[in-house]
């Protein structure tokens, strides 16, 4: 721990599944949303946009797509989009074509814009006490999410965020020891997985709130399972979605 508030609050991260219900105050949502769009922007470009879904029905379709019980129950749900469409109509209005908007270099430049400002405001929110679900899970069938928030050609919705006051205290979950992860000026090829004996041992010490009856897997079983193991899922047409919504073609390099 250091005498640093932010870093404080940072190495205290713990994603948050159960919220009480109540839902974020104007103010507090216009604080994440300024949070968000003072947020370092790619080239800036600002190409990202934040939808909140509070419609029930549009919420419970999204819970169907995620698969986990806790997405658009309680808490407020942002859902964070690639936005090309706007600066697209921008250049059409005056005038111009399409240029690089459908470049997979441009789309990557959404991609970074939106997941920094998701992280931006997941700081926020936990300096303000609340606590956040990050939920990748909205991907887990592309279009359908599309489809439901009924979203034009050159966006994506590229990571949802749950939001609201914790109603559950996770334990701290370890991560991997920073020799692992950072390197100076080479990658360090020779991983010897025997080296993460110890952290192994520490992650199963790791009691997870979804399913608190059981210890988690080591870290090194979690990456040699399922997770990664083949298996076919509604994720892998990714880039057929993204093409269809005119993204990544890398129509417009000449
Ligand atoms: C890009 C991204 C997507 C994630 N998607 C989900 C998700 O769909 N559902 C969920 O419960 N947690 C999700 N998480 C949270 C991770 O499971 C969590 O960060 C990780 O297990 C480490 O736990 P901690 O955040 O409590 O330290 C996601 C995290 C990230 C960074």
């Avoid at 009480?20 to 370092?40: C, D, F, G, I, R």
């Avoid at 169907?64 to 697209?88: A, H, P, T």
């Avoid at 020799?179 to 990658?187: G, I, L, M, V």
């Amino acid at each position: 721990m250091t005498e640093n508030r932010t870093i404080n609050n940072q190495l205290n991260h713990r994603t948050i599944r159960a919220f009480k219900p109540v839902n974020l105050s104007k103010e507090q949502l216009k604080a994440l949303y300024s949070v968000a769009s003072h947020t370092p922007t790619s080239m800036f470009m600002q190409q990202m946009s934040i939808m909140h879904i509070t419609d029930p029905d549009k919420r419970a379709a999204i819970r169907e797509v995620s698969k986990q019980s806790y997405v658009g129950e309680n808490g407020d749900l942002l859902i964070f989009l690639v936005d090309l469409y706007r600066n697209q109509q921008i250049r059409r209005q005056k005038g111009k074509d399409d240029g690089r908007l459908h470049t997979a270099d441009i789309f990557f430049q959404g991609v970074d814009d939106a997941i920094m400002a998701a992280q931006n405001v997941i700081v926020a929110a936990e300096s303000m006490n609340l606590g956040v679900v990050p939920l990748g899970s909205i991907k887990n069938d592309p279009q359908k999410m599309i489809d439901i928030l009924e979203l034009p050609q050159m966006t994506f919705p590229v990571l949802g965020l749950q939001v609201g006051v914790p109603d559950q205290q996770p334990q701290l979950k370890p991560r991997l020891p920073l020799q692992f992860t950072t390197f100076d000026n080479s990658y360090p090829r020779d991983i010897n997985i025997d080296e993460l004996k110890d952290y192994d041992q520490t992650v199963t010490t790791y009691y997870d709130l979804r399913d608190a009856n059981r210890r988690i897997d080591s870290f090194t079983d979690q990456i040699a399972g399922q997770k990664l193991d083949r298996h076919r899922t509604k994720r892998d047409e990714i880039m057929k979605v993204l093409h269809q919504q005119g993204l990544c073609t890398d129509e417009g390099i000449d």
